[in-house]
């Protein structure tokens, strides 16, 4: 993604907080194509090219 920390500090840093604060658990909550989505590498793995997940 980014590796700017002068945006939001790091990303391994962000990503590891929105999975702390269960984030994308909470988004499902209201979203229903995100369950069962509990981290930030689950998200990047449905957006990733090829992904068999048709979510994207």
Do not use: K, N, Q
């Not at 002068?6 to 979203?31: F, K, M, N, Q, Y």
């Not at 229903?32 to 689950?42: E, F, K, R, Y």
């Amino acid at each position: 993604m980014f590796y700017d920390p002068t945006i939001v500090g790091s990303w391994p840093e962000l990503a590891a907080r929105l999975d702390c604060d269960c984030i994308l658990v909470r988004w499902a909550a209201t979203e229903p194509t995100l369950a069962g989505l509990s981290s930030v590498h689950d998200l990047l793995a449905v957006w990733a090219a090829g992904s068999p997940d048709d979510r994207r």
